[in-house]
């Protein structure tokens, strides 16, 4: 088993939920955000030490849910403070992106690293095309060719041009190229059926964000394992990466205490306008190609919302406990799922850091050396 | 817009008559077709509006009489040349689709003064042995032609007329997938050069043809067309004429991008 250590890098602060989308940023003290982007980044580093193969960056936009507008810049930083940790970027939103800056900053942080970047090309969340005013009806097709375009960028040997449905460009030669050849190793989303597809034909490793049912978890990797192999590839354990939300402390009941205020946070003060922003978005947008995926979506996030601790460790949805209960629910999807690697969140909602460090090393002494050789 | 007629014409040449259609106003454009024989496409009806276009019918397509002592691609690029002397009466672009590419990249690098723009779509000629080509089971053939079938063109041969024009083509080819000679002759090519292949191309894998190519030509831009396979006029036909006309119409200024030009 392989573990990645993610960040939001949320917000921790506000006192109540924001009344609409996008947050007014007028909470936003800079003092502030300069130590929590310290913090972080030390947080982030220190994964390294605690025995993980990746740290895991993100982008998201107008909200107190992630500071991390741009999480190529997150992830440069984390090149010149660590050693051999893999920089997985989780990713950059290639739809609302220029694809051609994609190509070159994923360079920039391969080179700069030595070759360390996973190079996340990810659809996105909903309610992020608001922000940067793309169709969400488009996001899919924006996917295809900017993942088609950003390939050729990497790895043509010659200048070249491109004329397609939504990106014209007359000559591109980005320097510098990757480290990693021909490229950097793909992950893609695979929440649903359709990305799941898109995923395998790419040969790309594959991330469900967040599990509220791991029958449906299942019916994706079943999906993407599929379409790697109708395209000659066959996907690895490690290439099925599935998120946790994750607290782990000395005890089950110190663990549960510091997940239900994390997740009371999270829940009631960051994702409160969210939701609302994106179910606009899927109610008036063809952003799902399926009606069900959007109501899937938006239950998977009423169901997280609404479940007890209990519940979601029993659901496969968090890891939480003990380090002896986490390395048994670990065991206990690891071989449900056959997923080889975790993307790992312990900073949820306002969880003080002090718990979040505790947890990591509680992480790297007592439930890696029983799980790393699953 | 009304579509600008064509007229088919012919002329005596050194090695035998030629036959070739031509119509529009303006620039003058050489086309040269490739194996399954000339076609005019929206494309270039939608170029013969700014241009003149000609384009004959190679020797032995068609049913059109063989010459003789016109055997091989460099025979019909000399062909050519002579085509561009006695009938447009001076330099001129020139437009080669996949096999017709091969011939235009001879006919630049051979007689490099006659040609002033040269744009080749998918050409023939430069793909490794084993490699791409067409297939001779019709549905294959048409699935490899085509990324949007719905696009294509309705057929105006019948399939014995294709297979006979194959069979010329085969003829000139020669067996020769990998043209090792026109690799070394591609410094001669001095027009500014447009390299076009669709992004799902299986007949002429980009990924050598196109970068030889690229490489080769001093002064050339390769293009993807996305989304297209090897009949780039047809699946793709509003990114292909884009790309052409503003090759075509401003040179190395079709860089720049300029709303008002497109």
């Given amino acids: ?374 | 817009m009304t579509a600008p007629s064509f007229s088919e014409q012919r002329i005596e040449l050194s090695n035998g008559p030629l036959t070739f259609r031509t119509g529009g106003v303006g620039r003058p454009i050489l086309h040269l077709h490739g194996t399954g024989g000339p076609n005019l496409s929206p494309m270039l009806e939608n170029l013969a509006q700014r241009h003149t276009i000609y384009q004959p019918v190679a020797p032995g397509f068609d049913g059109m009489p063989a010459h003789p002592s016109t055997r091989s691609v460099t025979d019909l690029a000399d062909l050519q040349s002579e085509f561009i002397r006695k009938v447009i009466g001076g330099p001129s672009d020139v437009i080669g689709l996949s096999f017709g590419g091969w011939v235009a990249a001879w006919l630049a690098a051979r007689h490099a003064d006659l040609v002033d723009q040269l744009v080749l779509e998918a050409p023939a000629g430069l793909r490794d042995p084993g490699t791409g080509g067409l297939p001779d089971d019709p549905a294959e053939l048409r699935r490899m032609l085509y990324a949007v079938p719905e696009r294509a063109p309705k057929p105006t041969r019948s399939p014995e007329a294709l297979a006979r024009n194959r069979q010329v083509r085969e003829g000139y080819a020669a067996g020769i997938s990998l043209d090792q000679a026109l690799l070394e002759a591609l410094p001669r090519i001095k027009a500014r050069t447009l390299i076009l292949f669709g992004t799902k191309d299986e007949v002429c894998p980009v990924e050598k043809t196109g970068r030889r190519l690229k490489a080769g030509i001093t002064h050339s831009h390769l293009s993807f067309i996305y989304g297209a396979a090897h009949a780039l006029e047809y699946d793709q036909p509003e990114r292909v004429a884009r790309l052409i006309g503003a090759f075509l119409e401003r040179g190395e200024a079709f860089l720049v991008r300029n709303p008002e030009a497109a």
């Avoid at chain 1, 990810?122 to 996917?143: C, D, F, K, M, Q």
């Avoid at chain 1, 992950?187 to 898109?198: I, P, T, V, Y």
């Avoid at chain 1, 968090?318 to 969140?345: M, T």
Wanted: proline content about 6%; aromatic content about 10%.
């Fill in chain 1, 1 to 374: 088993m392989k573990f990645s250590y993610f960040h939001l890098m949320p917000w921790t602060d506000l006192e109540e939920a924001p009344a609409q989308w996008p947050v007014s940023n007028r909470a936003f003290k800079p003092e502030r955000g300069k130590e929590l982007y310290d913090g972080y980044i030390d947080t982030m580093a220190f994964a390294e030490a605690c025995g993980f193969d990746w740290v895991g960056c993100n982008e998201h936009h107008f909200s107190p849910y992630g500071l991390m507008a741009n999480c190529n810049l997150i992830g440069s930083v984390l090149a010149s403070r660590t050693k051999n940790i893999k920089l997985a970027m989780l990713g950059n939103l290639i739809p609302l992106l220029n694809p051609i800056r994609v190509a070159e900053e994923y360079a920039m942080i391969d080179v700069m690293s030595g070759g360390r970047l996973v190079a996340g090309l990810i659809r996105g969340v909903p309610h992020e095309y608001i922000a940067y005013n793309v169709a969400p009806g488009e996001s899919r097709e924006r996917l295809r060719e900017a993942t088609a375009l950003i390939l050729k960028a990497w790895t043509e040997p010659e200048p070249f041009g491109w004329e397609g449905e939504f990106y014209q460009y007359p000559s591109v030669s980005i320097w510098p190229k990757p480290y990693q050849r021909p490229h950097p190793p793909l992950l893609m989303s695979a929440s649903n059926e359709d990305s799941a597809e898109f995923a395998g034909q790419h040969r790309a490793m594959m991330g469900i964000t967040l599990i509220a049912d791991l029958k449906l978890a299942r019916r994706s990797i079943e999906v993407y394992r599929a379409a790697a192999r109708a395209h000659g590839f066959e996907p690895a354990p490690e290439h099925i990466l599935l998120g946790y939300n994750t607290c782990i402390a000395e005890t089950d009941e110190e663990a549960r205490a510091a997940l239900r205020e994390g997740q009371r946070y999270f829940h009631r003060v960051l994702m409160h306008s969210i939701r609302d922003a994106q179910r606009l978005v899927i109610q008036k947008s063809r952003f799902f190609a399926q009606e069900q995926h959007g109501e899937r979506f938006v239950n998977r996030l009423e169901t997280l919302k609404e479940r007890s601790i209990d519940e979601m460790i029993d659901a496969g949805s968090v890891l939480c406990g003990s380090p002896q209960s986490v390395v048994k629910q670990i065991r206990r999807i690891h071989g449900e799922l056959g997923a080889g690697r975790f993307n790992i969140n312990m900073k949820i909602g306002n969880i003080p850091d002090a718990v979040v460090r505790r947890g990591m090393e509680l992480f790297r002494d007592r439930v890696l050396p029983e799980v790393a050789a699953l």
